[in-house]
């Protein structure tokens, strides 16, 4: 089964602090995906990426940005962080055109104080 | 602009009754039309994936309708159980691009 794997489960950050969340899956999948999640709003695409140092605007990129230096590992970075980025992350990858879902890592509950 | 409606009200169903969930959606051509579970705090597992030329799909205790035409899909879960107990969400995908439906949420009463 395929694997994707976020570093941690939840993590508590102070206003301004520099963030970083892992992701790294291991099924050689070329797209991966970052999520928010909220309680009402859904799940909201931040960032994705289909490929090896490439990167794409999701509908709520502001104030994040990516990092894809390898295939298996999709880093999001909250550059400063702001106790609006309080949220459930989540990454996802899937093999393109493939016709079988995209699977989703367990995710990371940040709070931002 | 594209639109998934999924009911935001929780649906309470007796354990061993059928559960339907309905996704409907507009201005959207999906290829292929998903449905995940999500568990509190855990990420979206998927579950069944139906395309766009199908009508009906199945998987154990699982079945999902497409209709293209209504623009609506329907999820049932047969002879529920309490560990059926989740939120449901559907998501349409066309050239690789996903859209999200928040959810329902599914209570089985024992």
């Known amino acids: 089964d395929v694997k994707v794997t976020q570093s941690s489960r939840y993590l508590v950050k102070r206003t301004g602090e520099k963030v970083f969340l892992e992701c790294v899956q291991d099924?050689?999948?070329?797209?991966m995906f970052w999520y928010r999640q909220d309680p009402g709003l859904g799940l909201r695409l931040i960032y994705f990426?289909?490929?090896?140092?490439?990167?794409e605007k999701g509908d709520i990129p502001e104030g994040y940005s990516v990092s894809r230096e390898k295939k298996e590992r999709f880093s999001l970075i909250l550059e400063s962080a702001s106790t609006n980025q309080t949220s459930m992350y989540l990454c996802?990858?899937?093999?393109?055109?493939?016709?079988?879902?995209?699977?989703f890592g367990s995710g990371t509950r940040l709070t931002v104080v | 602009s594209q639109k998934i409606e999924q009911n935001s009200e929780a649906l309470n169903i007796q354990e061993g009754k059928t559960a339907t969930l309905t996704c409907n959606y507009t201005?959207?051509?999906?290829?292929?039309l998903q449905w995940y579970r999500q568990d509190p705090g855990r990420g979206p597992v998927f579950l069944l994936l139906?395309?766009?030329?199908?009508k009906e799909k199945r998987k154990e205790r699982l079945k999902v309708t497409f209709d293209t035409t209504l623009k609506q899909s329907l999820f049932h879960i047969t002879a529920s159980q309490p560990a059926d107990s989740a939120t449901y969400l559907c998501?349409?995908?066309?050239?690789?691009?996903?859209?999200f439906g928040k959810g329902t949420r599914l209570h089985i009463l024992p």
């Open positions: 996802a990858s899937k093999t393109p055109g493939q016709n079988y879902g995209y699977t």
């Open positions: 099924m050689d999948h070329e797209n």
């Open positions: 990426s289909y490929d090896v140092k490439m990167k």
């Open positions: 201005n959207y051509s999906p290829a292929y």
């Open positions: 139906i395309r766009e030329n199908e």
């Open positions: 998501a349409l995908e066309r050239d690789d691009k996903i859209i």
